[in-house]
């Protein structure tokens, strides 16, 4: 008998990247118009027959897409739920998804993880903390939730990449801001180095490590 090859070293464990989440729908193409309507990037529609289509969409700057059709899953139309698309901006990833015609909760956030749901942002503006929710036609759910700095060991710490535009523009702004508040405590001189500075901020916030002062 052969046996698979393995390594008992986690290091070297291969990687696992999630690809697709399956959503159950009702009707395919109204479906397919909500997530289109989103502005989300239609990356395909096959159809074998009459008992198997797969319509695949990506949310902007996500690695990872979503699956429905016909002949995909057992589960019950709508039944999907508390499907999480992080943004760096809860007030304008909530406008955004309005403008494109859909359904969405106010702003609310919660001020320790399972309390309750409580009016507007988070008032310290902590990352994790700030959420809304919409659905799609056949009730499938999903979360917007802000997340601006990761926890600690949540990400790569010598990988750093944002999403889109507007999330790269948000962290400069927030570096931006930082690097104030450092300049105002080395006596308000000019900082030359003000790159380098930025980079670092951005990449301890990026990974969840200590930020530079």
């Not at 899953?73 to 943004?87: H, K």
């Not at 956030?109 to 008032?123: C, F, M, S």
């Amino acid at each position: 008998m052969s046996r698979i090859p393995h390594s008992d070293n986690p290091s070297s464990a291969t990687a696992l990247k999630l690809e697709v989440v399956v959503l159950p729908v009702a009707d395919v193409d109204r479906a397919k118009a909500f997530y289109a309507g989103l502005g989300w990037r239609l990356d395909a529609d096959f159809v074998n027959g009459d008992a198997f289509r797969v319509v695949q969409f990506t949310p902007p700057g996500s690695n990872a897409s979503i699956h429905f059709g016909k002949g995909l899953t057992p589960a019950e139309p709508g039944s999907a739920q508390g499907l999480y698309l992080i943004v760096s901006d809860i007030a304008a990833a909530r406008a955004n998804v309005r403008a494109h015609g859909a359904a969405v909760t106010e702003v609310f956030h919660r001020t320790a993880v399972g309390g309750p749901a409580l009016p507007g942002r988070d008032p310290d503006g902590r990352s994790y903390n700030s959420f809304a929710t919409f659905s799609d036609p056949d009730g499938n759910g999903w979360i917007l939730q802000e997340i601006t700095a990761r926890l600690p060991g949540r990400v790569e710490p010598d990988v750093t990449a944002y999403g889109s535009v507007a999330d790269l523009a948000a962290a400069l702004r927030r570096a931006a801001e930082a690097h104030g508040e450092h300049e105002k405590r080395n006596g308000g001189q000019h900082d030359f180095n003000w790159p380098e500075w930025y980079a670092a901020y951005m990449v301890a916030e990026k990974a969840g490590s200590e930020l530079p002062l």
